[in-house]
């Protein structure tokens, strides 16, 4: 896994961000793979329903805009 544990989600995103952001500007993308699954109007929407869909996997839930924002964010998943 690793620094490559969302690459293809990313390049995936990249790949198709000038159409995301024609069509969905500010809004959230869901993205497994090379897949775009499903675009929400919040982050908290699309992770929630990557989870539910998915499960306790990566995946990228991600807004789209223009400029890219630098941040880090974690979770940690244990299942009880």
């Not at 989870?51 to 998943?77: D, S």
Request: proline share 1%; charged share 30%; with cysteine.
């Amino acid at each position: 896994m690793g620094k490559d544990l969302l690459a293809k989600e990313w390049e995936t995103y990249l790949a198709n961000k000038e159409e995301l952001l024609a069509n969905h500007k500010g809004r959230c993308v869901l993205i497994k793979d090379n897949r775009i699954l499903d675009i929400f109007d919040s982050q908290q929407d699309a992770v929630n329903s990557g989870t539910k869909r998915l499960g306790l996997v990566p995946f990228l839930a991600h807004r789209i805009v223009e400029q890219e924002e630098t941040y880090l964010l974690t979770y940690n998943i244990v299942e009880t």
